[in-house]
């Protein structure tokens, strides 16, 4: 049912390879595409994005004894790949995993306006 | 001496209200403008940065046992403020705090030149 949702994201992302919505205990609900292409696979994204997942999630624990607001979002940009984590509700987020060529502040505004819509599915 | 970096970043920046070099260890070497702006204060800038001081920690750890390859930059963004933190050694990083209406592009950018440039006076 977020099939849809993922799909829009990495389709009008230029340079995507992978997307997912996933818990903040590193397991993926689901993910585009279904077969993970050749990048992500040598990569091993998904070990890097139950990772990140953790740090997410202490991000967001942090924020709340912070004055700086809610967390809406964390990328970590490595030399391989960019990777975008925006925060959908309390227990889930998206994640993207791009090529560091892509399209950052296209990722940026296509994760922003379909987290809520993902947020109504959940 | 790195006052002259951190002008170029805090000046370049659409939106910045304050820039650091500081060690993984939390601790900031110098920091721009020197008396904080009331907007940097309001949200105890400097807390929320020695925590994501902590973040960047752990995601460069992190990053060593994966397959995506250093990491260079990581970014929170928060309901108040955007963080933008650049990896310029092993042991400091750049740190600038922006308003969520910034040119972010913009402090990518300038903070990925800087960052050389402030490794070399290290």
Known sequence: ????HLKAIVEGV???IACSVMGFDGISVE???KDMPEAALEMDMQAAWVEFANLMSQAKQTAETLKTGKVAELSINSEKVI?????VNQDYFLVLGMLPTGNYGKARYVM???APKVAKEL
């Open 1 to 4: 049912m977020f099939t849809e």
């Open 31 to 33: 993910t585009l595409p």
């Open 14 to 16: 230029e340079g995507a």
């Open 112 to 114: 922003r306006i379909t």
């Open 83 to 87: 990777t975008l984590l925006r925060m």
